[in-house]
């Protein structure tokens, strides 16, 4: 479905000619019909000849309502840009012709009304003078029809033309992502809330839990309409009005975004292809505060011009805007700026998770323009120097790519190698770090492990836990990471334990010779009054290489010892069941405090588990 918004100045017949187009008057306030003049947005639908059923969004013409207007051509597939024969271009529809190009529409119908009220000759005028004005615009070009909603003159034919300015139309795009920007909140009595708006970027079902942002609130949709009549899904490019349960209608605003749970973060600073109209009064400074508007949302905002201290009425710039009040954008989301009641520019969202940047850098303006230009690649792999390590999902929002294009790009990337992807398979929540990104971690751990070495030569190598503290990783990317070091053969795994490939443990002769007598002594008298002493480093190392059994602080066994205590109390729990500190002290024929340390260590590597005061086996 398409959505067609008017544009045009004030009373040059807008309302009159959606009335005459669609059966329906836009105009449904009251004080509208007083005042005869549309204060706020208007819908209406119709059938075109070709089959086809179009929303039609009415703009107020008024220049002080042209926030209302802003709020209304957000997700505009054609606008039908009016001007009335006897007043012809007029500053609105400079205005809003400077807006829609702004926003990017790029299809359009231009029509003249009132064509009853005068002479072919002035008709012919008012055509060309609408030619000049289109013809720097995005709507140049578009075709020029003359109406009269008087006496019905040019109607049908306008119809066929919008229709046929539709066929070349570009299809609304799916990418798993819904966004409804609200326009309208209000309450019907037996229905509760209802919100309505023009969905974008993803379908919504009846059912479907729903998250309003940026208020975060949660809600359900009971029940969905599109042009009154009831339907169980909306796609993208739909108008629809939205049953939302358990919400009060002012707990929702227009220019809140319904969408699905937990993707839609608001954005409070902006990186963005700022454009300054040719018209503006003037040139903007660095720091301008203007008024921000995308779809229907509004907020003050700063701009922070990266690439210039001022730019000129028809100019462009990068620019960081911040969002005073944060709101739901994507990137490649259109934009205007006001200041304070003049349409200034406006711009494309090219980063909505924008860092502070230093002005004048060329390497960040050299990144936006990557992102701005490049292709769907480039995006994913901008997106992800920004942010790396991240998954696939998070890049997808941030490119705003849909899940299964950002996998295919993700994969195609990782063939061509300039991406890494941890683990085996490549899904939506792999982490994915930039070529670059891996080596300067790979980097980071090989330095990092080797003045580990340097200083611990006795040492095989550095746990697994320091490792990760060390990298800043945690959680199961850090496993991750670590497998991928391993598997690139960067690093060696030890047990526990990670080091360079080609670090060995060197001892002297004498060192060794402590070692031996050290172990000799453990073995000829498991259980001395005082266990004999060997530097820490040696004893790490003893421990490392298996020879000694670290069962407490001070209590060490060597090996043999070891297996044959172990056996004996596991022996024992095979046939008994269960032992007490003094059983084990019995059965090994030691202390209290060697059968005390043997259990504790059991406990501690899960071979037991203690009972009160007995112990049992923990696996069998
Ligand atoms: N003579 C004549 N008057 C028209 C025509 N279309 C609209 N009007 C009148 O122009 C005035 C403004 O129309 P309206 O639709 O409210 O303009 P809007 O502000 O652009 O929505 C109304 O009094 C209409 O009756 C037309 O084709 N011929
Ligand atoms: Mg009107």
């Given amino acids: 479905m398409y959505v067609i918004g008017t544009a045009g100045h004030v009373d040059h017949g807008k309302s009159t000619l959606v009335m005459a187009l669609t059966g329906i008057d ?46 209304g051509v957000g997700g505009v597939d054609l606008a039908l840009l009016v001007i009335a024969a006897d007043e012809s271009v007029m500053p609105q529809t400079r205005e ?18 009132k064509k009853d009220l005068v002479d072919e000759e002035t008709l012919q005028l008012v055509e060309m003078e609408v030619e000049d004005v289109l013809a720097p615009t995005t709507l140049r070009g578009s ?29 609304r795009r799916d990418i798993g992502r819904p966004r409804l920007a609200v326009d309208r909140s209000f309450s019907i009595s037996g229905f509760g809330t209802v919100v309505t708006g023009t969905l974008l970027d993803g379908t919504l079902q009846v ?32 108008r629809v009005a939205v049953n939302l349960t358990g919400l009060s209608a002012d707990e929702i605003e227009r220019g809140e975004v319904v969408t699905t749970p937990g993707w839609l973060r608001p954005t409070k600073a902006v990186d963005a292809r700022l454009h300054l109209l040719t018209d503006a009064p003037r040139p ?41 009040d944060p709101i739901a954008l994507a990137r490649g989301d259109r934009f205007v700026l006001r200041s304070p009641s003049e349409t200034m520019g406006g711009g494309t969202v090219v980063d909505i998770n ?16 990557r992102i701005a230009q490049g292709s769907p690649t480039t995006q994913l792999l901008t997106a992800l120097e920004a942010i790396e390590p991240e998954d696939v999902s998070s890049l997808a929002r941030r490119a705003n790519l849909s899940n299964s294009e950002a996998l295919n790009l993700a994969q195609q990337a990782v063939t061509e190698n300039s991406v890494v992807a941890l683990g085996d398979n490549l899904n939506a929540s792999t982490p994915l770090y930039t070529l670059a990104g891996w080596m300067r971690v790979s980097g980071k751990a090989q330095q990092v492990i080797a003045s580990y070495h340097e200083q611990n030569p006795l040492r095989i190598g550095m746990t697994r836990e320091e490792l990760r503290s060390r990298l800043g990783l945690t959680g199961n990317l850090a496993n991750l990471a670590l497998n ?57 190392l003893l421990s490392e290489q298996g020879r000694v059994i670290r069962a407490a602080e001070s209590i060490i066994f060597d090996r043999e010892t070891y297996v044959r205590l172990e056996k004996t109390i596991v022996d024992h729990l095979r046939t008994n069941g269960k032992v007490t500190v003094a059983e084990a002290r019995d ?11 043997l259990l504790e260590h059991l406990d501690d590597i899960k071979i037991t588990r203690r009972q009160g005061d007995e112990r049992i086996l923990l696996r069998a």
């Fill in 26 to 71: 836009p105009d449904r306030l009251g004080e509208e019909k007083q005042r005869g003049m549309t204060i706020d947005l208007g819908f209406a639908w119709v059938t075109l000849p070709s089959g086809r059923e179009v929303s039609v969004i009415d703009v107020p013409g008024h220049e002080r309502f042209i926030k209302n207007m802003l709020a």
């Fill in 96 to 113: 809003h012709l400077a807006i829609l190009d702004l926003l990017g529409v790029e299809h359009g119908v231009a029509v003249i009304t």
């Fill in 143 to 171: 075709l020029i029809f003359g109406v009269s909603t008087r006496t019905g003159d040019g109607i049908p034919e306008l119809l066929t033309g919008i229709d046929e300015a539709l066929d070349d139309s570009l299809r």
């Fill in 207 to 238: 059912g479907q839990e729903v998250e309003i942002v940026p208020s975060k609130r949660k809600s359900r949709i009971r029940g969905l309409q599109s042009h009154q009549k009831k339907i169980d899904a909306a796609e993208p490019g739909n």
């Fill in 284 to 324: 903007i400074k660095h720091n301008y505060h203007a008024t921000l508007h995308a779809y229907a949302a509004e907020t003050p905002a700063t701009v922070r011009l990266l690439d210039c201290e001022e730019l000129q009425p028809g100019g462009k710039a990068w620019a960081q805007i911040y969002l005073h």
């Fill in 354 to 369: 924008a860092k502070r940047h230093s002005r004048n850098h060329a390497p960040t303006l050299e990144r936006l323009e």
């Fill in 484 to 540: 991928q070091l391993v598997a690139e053969g960067v690093l060696v795994d030890g047990v526990d334990t990670l080091r360079l490939p080609d670090h060995y443990v060197s001892v002297s002769d004498q060192q060794q010779a402590e070692m031996n007598t050290f172990v000799a002594q453990l073995a000829t008298d498991p259980f001395p009054e005082k266990q004999p002493t060997i530097s820490p480093s040696l004893l790490g």
């Fill in 587 to 597: 059965i090994l024929g030691t202390s209290r405090k060697y059968s005390l340390a």
